[in-house]
């Protein structure tokens, strides 16, 4: 990582304001954060039509880079990755879009760049009805696509829900978060938070002492959308943030599905208007979303190969090998602690197990102490 490039880039940031497009048109323009510090006299010289405001503020840097040095100090000390566009780890879906953030920062485990991703989003004040729909859509996507990596806002209702179901059938999952990462809101979901650190990871745009202000979470919208393949909206009443995010996937380009409610139902009005005008194609189940995301076909061979593998495999398994296999099954690439607290076996036996697993072909070792199930 290129500290320096880094720097410039959260420095950037904060320098335009938040004003996403023109800011990464000027990243883009020039090639780099850096080269536009370089550039910041001569601005609109090299890129034409900049704004008037932003050359003001490009003219000092001072404040900006203190307070960049300051989060980055921050980050490491707190296990936060800082990512830019430039990073092969930044989410490549979003960095597609016109508005994405020149910086992010990330704290967790999962790739957010995983073949298959979905947004799972709704209003604050769900139902059991869609509470149910997102227990059987987790579930019943699992059975037919292993890894799929689950995106949402960890607000009240669809939002927390759709985190704690991905979490209980074994899916990693992601929270964007419309603050900082020193803090989380809504506190009582601290515990769901922490879970996702190992399962999954918690994302934002926005520097450590930054507050879930109104306007933040509009803006982190945006990422919830742009960094997914598909949004699905599970329940909406006529106006509200799940509404907004689909809008803002139909206006990149990506895939909307929205579950169907009952007339009248307030919590369904906004989803089944989306269905109505064609914002958003109808699903009723895991079996609809992979068909419409065109899953299917992958999900099938996916499900071929493991089966392969575990008549071919699995029978030279002792016990124990069988349970590190059935939970890297479940849950892949996980660290050696966390193995270890999930099967009980101690350290040094499991350590021998791995290896003898490696050996045949089960397990590959990755970085960090991480175990990946071959399939």
Known sequence: MDTQETLFAMALTRISNFNFATALALYRELGSARAVYEHRADIRDVVEGCPARLVGALADWHEPLRRAEAEMEFAATHGISVLTPADPRYPRRLAECADAPITLYYRGSADLNQPRVVSVVGTRHSTPYGHDLVQKLMAGLRELCPRVLVVSGLAYGIDICAHRQALACGYETVAVLAHGLDRIYPPRHRDTALAMLTQGGLLTEFMSGTNADKANFVRRNRIVAGMADATVLVE????????????????????????????????????????????????????????ALRWRDEAQAGRARREGIERQLFPELSAEERMVADLLGKTNDLQLNIITVKTGLPVARLTALLFQMEMKGVVRPLAGGTYHLVN
């Open 236 to 291: 909406s009443a006529a106006k509200g943030g799940g509404l907004i995010t689909a809008g803002i996937a139909r206006s990149y380009n990506r895939d909307v599905l929205a579950f169907p409610g009952a007339v009248g139902a307030p919590c369904s009005e906004g989803c089944n208007r989306l269905i109505r005008d064609n914002g958003a194609a109808l699903i009723t189940s895991a079996d609809d979303l992979v068909d």
